[in-house]
């Protein structure tokens, strides 16, 4: 696995993509936003560009990575395009494998496997998905990961049930594979199977230079990548000034306390709504404890707020979520962050 090249950046820099749906708008403005917003930054010179997995939700329209990474390579040139991540425990893992193999085959060199075990949605919505008698306990994940690696590669060791089995269409290239997680356990399955590791910061912020750090000091080479790599996702929200990027990321903070709430109305709500809304003491708590989770200003302020994370982590690229009820405030953010951190 070779780092990205050409960018103008001081790390590598990739968009952590969930499609979300403004309220008041469908899952197919969602969708077609996507993939604008790909070419644009494809254009601004951003290396990654990864779709993510949430289920039954009104909210947030990427429920199929595998299915929405086709048109995004198709409309883009050269930009990585993968899944950020794939839910593996709802899946079998000869058919996440051969999902791979397809989009490489058909975008060589260009696709990345991202694979977590978040179940990206509800208890219920889960259960949902891997119901039958073939269903995996969590536990079972890193003998997964392994597995569609192996199948990936047509490795599969003789005294493995599943031995002569190799993933298919086949050919002279191998998706990127990650790791994708948020606490010890994904850090440390990623280190031993010597894969890179995209630690979701935006999630989980608390210790986690502690869990990228394990990461490196346990990492073991692989045929898949000589040395630790680490991605960063950030959540970062950037607008001309400090006061119009604090104003359009109060959507954000009203969605996710209502889905914290369990009354998801639908959609990321508008800037006016969520001005209009009265909010009681613990709820302005949780609105500035996920402010506190998030990049949000000027392009000098988000500019040296990524650049620390970076030195925080010692990351070798970062990776930017940003949810906006305007699809325009979204690329415009990601606009503002590009030329920033292009600047000397």
Known sequence: MNPPTGHAFPVPLGVLDQSPIRKGGTPREAVLATIDLAQTVERLGYTRYWVAEHHNSRTLASASPEILIPPIAAATSHIRVGSGGVMLTHYAALKV???????????????????????????????????????LPLEAYPDQVADVLRFMTGEVPSEHPFHGIRATPVGPTTPEPWLLGS???????????GLGFAFAQFISPDGGQRIVREYRDRFEPSPFLPEPRVILGVSAICAETDEAAHRIALSRHL?????????????????????????????RDYLAYQQSLSLQGSPARVRQGLLDLVEEYRADELMVVTVTHSYDDRRRSYELIARALASP
């Open 183 to 193: 606490a010890y356990d994904s850090a440390r399955f990623a280190a031993e199977l």
């Open 255 to 283: 969605m996710r306390l209502r889905r914290e709430q369990g009354r998801p109305e639908g959609g990321v709500p508008s800037i006016e709504e969520a001005e209009a809304t009265e909010f009681t003491p613990p709820e």
């Open 97 to 135: 494998a051969e999902q791979f193999r397809m989009l490489e085959t058909l975008y060589p060199g260009r696709i990345d496997m991202g694979l977590g075990r978040a179940p990206g949605s509800d208890r219920l919505t889960a259960a949902a998905l891997h119901h039958g008698p073939g269903a």
